[in-house]
């Protein structure tokens, strides 16, 4: 019997958590936000989501440098700095009224994210065993399919019950303690690994090897923006607002159900496995919310697109950094995720104009097609590398 080498060990556990606090804090104030601009302060809808907009905005330009960073300075000291600094922020929250700060904290707080997410990724894949991969940064990546569920269902029970200023103190309390459990991270020491050179070029920016993998990243997430930035107002016109918490429940409920079958057929089967079947997966989902019309068939495509996304990011992350070198790993992920939040603001501004042009069913139908051509560009290459082997 083959002994398998652990992948739940102290520094992997100390990560997750790490990126458990940092993604509930980010999800928890995506959530909020938009009503503390709105009710707080007085703002129209169309400034209070300028407030998402700066965010990612300054995580998309900061993200290509960050693989060069973690090089140069270390991964362990970039992630311990990105987490003061965005605790820093996230206590700011409580001080900080005027409409215009908000925007500055929200560009600034979106720069440490881009890098502490990339440094806290590409540790994680550092830490797991390389045979191991699939599963390991598929568990990982389960710290960010609970923040999904729990920053948005505490911050909202928060501001409901309490204030938005206990709200910002929580938050604060919740990134001090995922800052406190970074420390514990140890220094990982990479074999034979060559020296940094402090030139500049576009393999700073981005790894070329992992770019096919993050285009297709890119175009799932510009397909899941129609989920993130529109659902509540197509289940609003449904008339099935009440429902939309309950169908992000059933999405991370699938999602973390699956998550251990489907890293171990990666694992021991390839990527072809479970990428195919995630496809197809999330693309059901998109179709059935495009003719939802009752509360089961809404939670029912709540299932589809957990079961498809929570099958496809993970694996097409990890395909990304199987993709180079493992010296190159902070430089993968980081290409893998500026394309990823490239694909999702693009699709939030594309598919906004298409519901304003031609209602939201349309927006599902339209992130189906993307999808298919998704599929289409995964078989190709399939087929291609087949032919060149």
Not at 13 to 42: E, H, M, Q, R, W
Not at 61 to 84: E, H, N, Q
Not at 115 to 132: E, Y
Not at 167 to 194: D, Q, T, Y
């Amino acid at each position: 019997m083959n002994h398998k080498e652990p992948i739940w060990t102290k520094p992997f556990i100390s990560i997750f958590l790490t990126n458990l606090s940092v993604f509930t804090v980010f999800y928890g104030l995506v959530s909020t936000l938009p009503l503390y601009a709105k009710d707080a302060l007085s703002r129209t809808d169309e400034e209070a989501g300028l407030l998402m907009s700066v965010f990612l905005l300054s995580a998309i330009v900061v993200r290509p440098f960050t693989g060069k960073l973690l090089d140069l300075a270390g991964k362990r000291k970039m992630l311990w700095i990105g987490l003061f600094f965005y605790l820093i922020c996230t206590i700011c929250y409580y001080f900080i009224t005027p409409f215009g700060g908000l925007l500055v904290l929200r560009f600034i707080q979106g720069v440490w994210f881009s890098i502490v997410t990339t440094a806290a990724g590409s540790i994680a894949a550092d830490l797991v065993p390389v045979t191991r991969r699939g599963a390991g940064l598929g568990y990982f990546v389960m710290s960010t399919n609970l923040a999904v569920v729990v920053g948005p269902f505490v911050s909202l029970f928060i501001i409901q019950s309490f204030s938005f200023d206990v709200l910002f103190i929580v938050m604060s309390v919740l990134m001090l303690l995922g800052a406190a459990v970074a420390l514990l991270i140890p220094r990982i020491e990479i074999e034979n690994a060559p020296a940094v050179s402090k030139r500049f070029t576009f393999n700073d920016l981005f790894e070329k090897k992992a770019l096919r993998v993050a285009f297709l990243g890119s175009m799932i997430a510009f397909s899941y923006a129609s989920i993130l930035s529109y659902l509540s107002i197509y289940a609003q016109e449904k008339g099935l607002l009440t429902l939309a918490n309950y169908f992000f429940l059933v999405f991370a409920a699938v999602m973390l159900l699956t998550r251990p079958f489907t890293g171990k057929i990666f694992d021991e089967k390839g990527p072809a496995y479970i990428l195919i079947p995630g496809f197809i997966l999330f693309l059901c989902g998109m179709l059935i919310l495009s003719v939802m019309d009752s509360g089961f068939v809404f939670l029912l495509a709540g299932a589809f697109v957990g079961l498809g996304y929570g099958a496809l990011v993970p694996s097409l992350q990890t395909l990304s950094i199987q993709s180079t070198s493992v010296e190159r790993s902070g430089y993968a992920t980081a290409t893998f995720f500026t394309l990823f939040d490239t694909g999702m603001a693009i699709g939030s501004y594309v598919l906004g104009m298409v519901a304003i042009s031609f209602g939201y069913q349309n927006v599902y139908l339209l992130s189906a097609l993307i999808v298919v051509f998704v599929i289409a560009l995964y078989l190709f290459s399939l087929k291609k590398s087949s032919r060149s082997a």
